[in-house]
């Protein structure tokens, strides 16, 4: 089955019409994937899979709860647990396909503030997990002014090398691992996105690389420990 073909079975005629076929886009860092690349492999979660993502975002909201820490909403749609839930599996899936032992790759009382995953680099990567496809890379304003200018700085919220965009699908357990971008990537081609509810950085879905060319970059290192 192609991409095309996984495409309108998930989101219907409609869609397909709607959003096209669009070719690869090179990139600076290898090849950007086409919208039919990221639906021709679908992730699936088994039901204990999705349990005990929700068991480690229960752990991860009484922990925030605890320290009196409140969860960044873009929307009122969706509840704190949900929101948790949503981040971890996200993580879980990102952790999973690079190889780097899934729930093993990060702890139940959330990411260290260096960013969501370790990597076997030594360097740290972000992921955002959207509630719905064909959504971006979205991080939120410092809230603290820098340098006296009036607009906040995004620096201090995404520290990390490394930037990874995970979709929830329509259908039930199924998710889209869209791919990667680099820090240098998300500075340079970043949008102020004052038309959302809450106004904040944008990194285009189109910007993100194939997965499999982020786990080749620290093959040698995983190597060279062996």
């Known amino acids: 089955m192609t991409g095309a073909d996984t495409l309108r079975r998930h989101l219907g005629s409609a869609a397909f019409a709607e959003h096209g076929s669009a070719p690869p886009l090179p990139g600076i860092f290898g090849t ?15 039901e204990a899979e999705e349990h005990r993502c929700k068991e480690i975002a229960l752990a991860r909201l009484q922990s925030n709860e605890t320290a009196r ?11 704190d647990l949900q929101i948790h839930v949503l981040g971890v599996i996200g ?14 790759a990060f702890d139940d009382h959330g990411p260290t503030r260096r960013g969501d995953i370790l990597l076997p680099s030594g360097e740290y990567l972000e992921v955002k997990t959207t ?4 959504y971006n890379f979205l991080i939120k304003e410092d809230d603290t002014p820098q340098d006296g200018h009036s607009r906040y700085a995004w620096e201090p919220l995404f520290q990390c090398s490394y930037g990874a965009l995970v979709w929830k699908m329509p259908a039930p357990l199924q998710y889209s691992l869209v791919g990667w971008c680099t820090q240098d990537e998300f500075r ?3 949008t102020w996105a004052d038309y959302l509810p809450r106004p904040c950085w944008l990194l285009s879905w189109h910007h993100f690389h194939a997965i499999d060319e982020l786990k080749g970059r620290w093959v040698p290192v995983q190597q060279a420990l062996w």
């Open 188 to 190: 340079q081609n970043k």
């Open 131 to 134: 509630a719905k496809p064909w």
């Open 91 to 104: 993580e879980y899936i990102v952790a999973r396909a690079l190889g780097l032992g899934g729930f093993q």
């Open 32 to 46: 950007i994937k086409s919208e039919w690349d990221m639906m021709a492999d679908l992730i699936h979660l088994t």
């Open 69 to 79: 820490v409140q969860s960044y909403k873009k929307s009122s749609r969706h509840t």
